[in-house]
């Protein structure tokens, strides 16, 4: 059970309907994460609006990599559940490459210096080396693809830190942070 509560549709806050209504349209459901964070409107329009601009970056394969390789970093259950589910069935990764992706890598060389990066950016909260971003770069990453990766990171570190702190009830098939990645 989880230790905030998820409100319904009509037990979140009024400022907070039409969105959770704009996330059922787009998705079909409402997952657990964004009710959680309908108890606040604020939080859950900037969220939206944050997530809904990096929707538009990057490509979804890379996307989904990230948010596994950051959920296992931050031992993130409803995440990993939550982007192993859209890995498989909106990105269309399979699941040897989800493995690798939580591990902090790809099979696809491109792809892995970006997870690698965003791996080693969640792991050191952003202290990375000159090194690191000297590799990022010589797979093909502009800055504003550097940027962006980073801002994926942070978009699924505030997912992850949320579901943790809440210990969302996870309502995708699950995945464990502690099963071997």
Known sequence: MSRLSIPTRDEAPAASQPLLDAVKQQLGVTPNLYRLVANSPAALGGFLS???ALAKTLGVK????IALAVAQVNGCDYCLSAHTYLGLNLAKIDAAEIALNRGGGSGDPKANAAVRFAALVAESRGQVADAEIATVRS???TDAEIVEIVAVVAENVFTNFINNVARTEIDFPVVRALEAA
């Open 62 to 65: 890379t996307r989904e990599r």
């Open 50 to 52: 944050f997530s809904g």
């Open 139 to 141: 797979a093909g990453f």
